[in-house]
């Protein structure tokens, strides 16, 4: 915006001291706003016009609400003129003298660089340098100033500087383009490299306006991975802002505004060009971030170029501090001890593809959720029906279930994992249509370095919980966990692939005598076969998934009389015989959902395999024996393993250990 000298009839201001104050922006050749210093907030800022000069008017977009009035271009020279006084004066400590104040409140005096009258006259500087002209009618001749100024006007012209030289100052008016036709492709186009500009409006924290150079695109840029507070516009036309809407807007201001930077356009979703800023003095994004001015953003999170783990570590030096957003912050895990938040634990059991229960160093047990994570589900048909078929089995006919499993399983069962609690979720009660949870520690689990949640989203086999921007309790690792299924969608793996999901008909033959009478002959000639542990009934009652022949059966342990534990009877409650639980436990730790080979040598009249279980050269038999946790069952005399059986019992004697006490 161009300003002109004030009329002539003004009256001059009742004083003339010398005030202070920082410039904060250029409007024109020849108009500036310099603010306070901040007490408290915001600091108070007033337009300062230079007296006696003028210069040129700067371009002007039409009003939007005015569809027949067209965009005002740059008069020659005034774009010079404003960068000029620009490189010059933002962020300058100057001093001013007010001279002239209008009946409208615009004021006009004497600015000079510097705290005091010894520095640079700025008004003088302009008209040298060819860039403004001097207002010469209503001039005193008594007034210093006014003749110092038509001195170096003179002298710029015979020096034929600025708008004096020859040419006229076409070639100095800017081609503005105010927009663009298709965002995304001139985003696209740019490639991500730093683009030189100019921030000429600060919205809000996050939200600016920037003039790219040297093509003189005016675009508004959001910085990408954030959100500041902003201000809410009212039906009335005001402006509400939310908490510290305007100390975000004054850091951004300060530091940005008007400022040389340079940009990295980084997308354009929905019409909204996303970008980083880069200032030689730092990133604005991180700033805002550590200061408590900003927020991380998920949707815009994953385009951030310069690595969303520093964003993330800016917020959380933010939150730790409690500072301005944050004040009231309180951290999922705020509650708990240093021990209960990271641990070594041991893992016995994969409950589902986001959960499974450790042993803890102090030999408790604890069931871990995966953070921020979904196992595969039900959806559509499948999960109206789930209720009315009652052969469904979630592990083998949701798609994909059993793949998840089957990653977890292989890479944890009985090794020891580092595992880090991101939050507890409180137990929730049944609502309309949505089911109880329990309350539930969800946490990172890592093994050799390795992410288990970020790996099985990575194949495709689990995908990541979308939360509110609000909601702070989610994984540490979020944004790893968010690219991780982003590369699983564009290389169609798992769940996002569009082939067609794997079908597993597993036969079920537990308690199904006739079936398990036409496959016992199989299993003999078959000698060990491969199984894994699914389900530890009682110490030596177990349910095994085989996997060359897909079907599940349930298998007697040879040889042995192990406690039996309680369990329903048509004629009510067994109770569970003395050391029942400690056998079952020991079955449990050794063999549940491991690997290993089965001996099948009959069934009994319930269509259950009786048999031998090995596992890495154990015998499941010998050793629950060997721990005085089973008896030797008279039948195993018939047994290869008899010999070895009586001869671990008979060690347990002499150890003077009664036969089934731990």
């Excluded at 108070?44 to 009003?63: D, W």
Aim: charged fraction near 25%; glycine fraction near 8%; hydrophobic fraction near 35%.
């Amino acid at each position: 915006m161009a300003s002109v000298s004030a009329p002539v009839q003004a009256a001059p201001a009742p004083s003339v001291s010398l005030q202070r104050g920082i410039v904060k922006m250029v409007l024109s050749g020849c108009a500036i706003i310099v603010r306070g210093q901040p007490r408290g907030g915001p600091p108070p800022e007033r337009q300062i016009n230079l007296s006696n000069i003028r210069a040129g008017a700067m371009a002007r977009r039409a009003a939007q609400s005015q569809p027949d009035t067209k965009d005002t271009p740059d008069e020659p020279w005034a774009f010079q003129a404003r960068e000029f006084l620009r490189k010059k004066l933002i962020g300058k400590e100057v001093c001013f003298t007010v001279e002239i104040k209008t009946a409208l409140g615009r004021e006009y005096g004497i600015v000079y660089l510097g705290r005091d009258t010894t520095g640079e006259n700025i008004a003088e500087s302009l008209v040298n340098e060819g860039l403004a002209t001097v207002r010469r009618e209503g001039i005193r001749g008594n007034n210093p100033e006014q003749a110092r100024l038509c001195e170096l006007e003179d002298q710029s012209k015979s020096s034929k500087k600025g708008m004096w030289s020859e040419g006229g100052g076409a070639h100095t008016i800017r081609d503005m383009k105010y927009t663009i036709e298709n965002p995304r492709n001139f985003v696209d186009s740019l490639h991500q490299k730093p683009i030189n500009a100019i921030i000429e409006h600060v919205r809000d924290g996050s939200v600016v306006r920037a003039l790219l150079l040297p093509d003189h695109y005016l675009v508004t840029v959001m910085l990408s991975g954030v959100k500041c507070p902003s201000f809410k516009r009212e039906a009335d036309g005001t402006e509400t802002p939310e908490s510290f809407a305007a100390e975000a807007k004054f850091f951004t201001e300060s530091r940005l505004l008007q400022r040389d930077v340079q940009i990295i356009l980084e997308s354009c979703p929905n019409q909204i060009i996303l970008g980083t800023i880069l200032h030689p003095n730092g990133n604005i994004t991180e700033l805002l971030l550590k200061e408590g001015f900003a927020r991380c953003v998920d949707w815009s999170m994953a385009v951030y170029t310069q690595g969303a783990e520093k964003l993330r570590a800016a917020e959380r030096s933010a939150k730790e501090r409690k500072v301005r957003i944050w004040r009231d912050y309180v951290a999922p895990t705020a509650n708990l001890d240093q021990k209960d938040r990271q641990f070594v634990a041991k893992v016995m059991q994969v409950v589902n593809a986001d959960a499974m229960v450790v042993k803890l160093n102090s030999g408790e047990y604890k069931t871990i959720h995966l953070s921020s994570i979904r196992p595969p589900r039900m959806e559509g048909e499948q999960e109206k029906n789930k209720d009315k078929d009652k052969r469904f089995r979630p592990l083998y006919d949701i798609p994909y279930m059993f793949e998840a499993r089957e990653f977890l399983r292989k890479k944890l069962i009985g090794k020891k994992v580092n595992v880090t609690v991101d939050y507890i979720r409180a137990a929730t009660g049944p609502g309309e249509g949505t089911p109880a949870f329990a309350e539930r520690t969800c946490a990172t689990v890592t093994i050799g370095g390795i992410n288990i949640a970020e790996a099985l989203v990575s194949k495709g086999l689990a995908t990541v919980i979308r939360y509110r921007q609000d909601d702070d309790q989610r994984s540490s690792h979020y944004d790893e966990l968010l690219a991780a299924e982003a590369r699983a969608i564009k290389n169609g793996k798992g769940l996002h692939s569009k082939k067609e999901v794997p079908i597993h008909r597993v036969a079920d033959i537990s308690g199904e005598t006739q079936k398990a009478k036409q496959f016992l002959p199989f299993l003999q000639r078959a000698g060990r076969s491969e199984a894994v542990v699914e389900y530890v009934f009682s110490g030596s009652r177990l349910k095994l998934y085989m996997p060359k022949e897909t079907c599940l059966i349930t298998f007697l342990l040879a040889g042995i009389e192990c406690p039996r534990s309680s369990r329903n009877l048509p004629g009510g409650m067994q109770v569970a015989e003395p050391f029942s639980d400690e056998a079952m436990l020991f079955t449990k730790e050794l063999v549940l959902q491991r690997e290993v080979e089965v001996e099948v040598e009959s069934m009994d009249k319930a269509g259950n395999f009786i048999g031998w279980l090995h596992i890495e050269g154990l015998n499941l038999s010998v050793a629950l024996v060997e721990n005085a946790l089973s008896k030797v069952h008279f039948t195993a005399e018939r047994s290869a393993y008899y010999k070895t059986l009586v001869s671990a019992e008979e060690g347990c004697r002499q150890r003077k250990e009664k036969v089934g006490s731990p």
